[in-house]
């Protein structure tokens, strides 16, 4: 196995998430397999990605070509739960993906994903959260652009985090702790994209509410933001 190792190590340029890649499809793959595999995909660009820009050096395509063939890899149902996955800015809930992006599998998707080290699971509270790498993030979002339901999808994120809004005002009537501690940063992005997509009525409740929790968390920079 030592040549088809080297073969391996050659086409993923040494970089460890390549190779963290890779690795998730061996229990699935022999070496040479997986060698023959990735030799036919093509070395990738990310162009569309504003944030990419520091990441399309010579070394990172390699990166991408190692994503692109885990990605092609996966089960139809699974890439498009991916895809959809592209609109986060964070944290990943079972209950955010199912209700933003209408995936009652969201369990079996995010478990998959993490099977592939797409995404990883980390503890919150004795609860299962997800989140994604940066680079994996940024594909994620360049996936995310052409799903036919994009647009829905980031009405139904506003929508999420605007509840979580509300929620967070009433729960500080009541004297208790912030909605916001876990997924403030996804609710900034939901800010933005109400802009974008003009919910103006969107604004008051983001600018209120996730406004006084960025205060009392000294992300100043972050509220000025909104």
Request: hydrophobic share 45%.
């Amino acid at each position: 196995d030592a040549p088809a190792i080297a073969e391996i190590l050659r086409l993923t340029d040494g970089i460890p998430l390549a190779i963290e890649f890779v690795a998730a499809w061996m229990p699935l793959r022999s070496l040479l397999e997986i060698t023959k595999e990735l030799r036919r995909t093509p070395l990738g660009n990310i162009t569309s990605a504003q944030d990419a820009i520091d990441i399309q050096a010579e070394r990172h395509r390699s990166l991408m070509r190692c994503l692109d063939w885990s990605f092609n890899l996966l089960d139809k149902w699974v890439q498009d739960g991916f895809a959809g996955l592209g609109v986060f800015a964070d944290i990943l809930t079972v209950n955010s993906v199912e209700f933003i992006c209408e995936r009652p599998d969201a369990q079996k998707i995010l478990d998959s994903l993490v099977k592939m080290r797409l995404v990883y699971r980390l503890s919150y509270e004795e609860v299962s959260v997800y989140t994604m790498l940066r680079f994996t993030r940024i594909y994620a979002n360049t996936k995310f652009k052409l799903l036919p339901n994009a647009h829905s999808i980031r009405k139904r994120f506003v929508s999420y985090f605007v509840e979580m809004a509300n929620e967070s005002g009433m729960l500080k009537r009541h004297g208790k702790s912030f909605a916001f501690n876990l997924e403030w940063k996804n609710a900034l992005a939901a800010t933005k994209i109400a802009e974008e997509i003009g919910n103006k009525g969107a604004l008051f409740p983001f600018s209120k509410y996730l406004g006084e929790f960025l205060l009392r968390k000294g992300l100043w920079a972050e509220r000025e933001k909104l």
